[in-house]
């Protein structure tokens, strides 16, 4: 889920993505700056009651955005999930790239919804100590403070704990750019794995879109750390990269084309 | 009144409801179930700036809603909540366009 919420929010824009249950209670958060999570708890009550009213003349609604003087609210149904209903958040200035958003937004829901619902409640479950299930009482937080942002993911009535975990620790070195894309955050050992890089990232945003690049550094920042990317990385990047591609043929498909590029 | 029949002759608005924000009916064109429209879009809108302010965004002007079926867009002008039914759902960007046109030559 945090790696869910930690991709829209590399989103140029992006201020801060919650996730909210049916009764408005915050069960993740992700925000930079002042959206801090008493903030996030603090909108849950007037969003549910937003969100209960649209349901009355749309049941079936699935995207809701709100334009504001300042910023945008978009809303994604994220549907009944294990017998809860839960709503994605995304809060945003006006230099938000819209159809970016929609596509980023849209993959980020499908992952949320597995994570909410699927196998990775369970995990989430067994990382938040919980024995009661993904979202039940009695979890404590996980992952606070990392990156640019802060972050957590607890059920709803925690109390916030100590502990982090950092995934997107900033590097603030730079990509090779002679793969022929640039990235901000990840650097390559040599122009070979810049190229790869950059390989990566094409071949993955035919099957994700335009949040390709932004899959790749946080695989390489997940690999890599604060080191350099290798070519004898590029297997497990290849391994973790899949992991994005929800569709099995188009995930086969993926792992072709960099195996085939490999053997060129 | 006028602001709604201006929304109401946009293309892709098949009908359209005045209220407020306190989800007081006003009028609507080609649009039967009003009263029950300027209640729930009153009471969206008012939501949705509880919100705003928590978050410091300023002032509320436009919300879109969609479905696979179904969409509306609500205007808010001052207290009033204009709320037009949008068919087909894919004329939602349309609707938004030309609303904030309208708005420019309306202000």
């Given amino acids: ?264 | 009144m006028a602001d709604l029949e201006v929304m109401a002759k946009l293309q892709g608005v098949k009908g359209a409801v005045l209220g407020d924000l306190d989800g007081a009916f006003l009028d609507a064109v080609r649009e039967p179930n009003g009263e029950a429209i300027a209640a729930e879009m009153g009471f969206l809108s008012s939501s949705l700036l509880e919100v705003g302010e928590a978050l410091g965004l300023g002032a509320l002007g436009t919300v879109a809603l969609a479905g696979p079926q179904r969409a509306s867009l609500v205007v808010l002008r001052g207290r009033a909540v204009l709320t037009a039914r949008v068919e087909p759902v894919k004329a939602l960007p349309l609707v938004e366009k030309s609303v904030e046109n309208s708005f420019q030559e309306w202000t």
């Avoid at chain 1, 299930?133 to 709803?156: C, D, H, W, Y």
Wanted: net charge neutral; aromatic share 4%; charged share 15%.
């Fill in chain 1, 1 to 264: 889920m945090e790696n869910s919420l930690q991709s829209l929010l590399d989103l140029a824009g992006v201020n801060a993505a919650m996730v909210y249950d049916g009764a408005g209670r915050l069960v993740a958060q992700r925000g930079k700056a002042v959206y801090d999570r008493a903030l996030c708890e603090q909108v849950g009550g007037p969003l549910s009651r937003a969100v209960d009213s649209i349901q009355l003349q749309h049941q079936d609604w699935e995207v809701v955005t709100a334009r504001f003087a300042d910023g945008t609210i978009l809303l994604r149904n994220l549907g009944d999930v294990a017998g809860a209903t839960y709503v994605l958040a995304v809060v945003a200035d006006a230099t938000l790239n819209s159809a970016f958003a929609a596509v980023a937004i849209r993959v980020a829901a499908t992952k949320l919804k597995k994570l909410l619902g699927g196998a990775g409640a369970s995990a989430l479950a067994t990382s938040l100590g919980s024995s009661v299930g993904p979202l039940g009482p009695g979890g404590s937080q996980v992952g606070a403070g990392r990156g640019p942002g802060s972050s957590q993911v607890f059920p709803p009535g925690s109390h916030p704990a100590s502990g982090s975990r950092p995934v997107l620790a900033s590097s603030g070195l730079s990509w090779s750019k002679t793969g022929g894309s640039s990235f901000s955050a990840v650097a390559a050992a040599d122009p070979a794995a810049g190229a790869y890089l950059g390989r990566c990232a094409k071949e993955l945003a035919r099957h994700v879109g335009p949040m390709a690049k932004v899959y790749v550094e946080e695989a390489v920042r997940r690999l890599c750390a604060d080191a350099t990317f290798t070519m004898a990385q590029g297997p497990a990047l290849v391994e973790e990269l899949a992991g994005q591609v929800e569709d099995p043929a188009d995930r086969a498909g993926f792992l072709k084309a960099l195996e085939a590029g490999k053997s060129k």
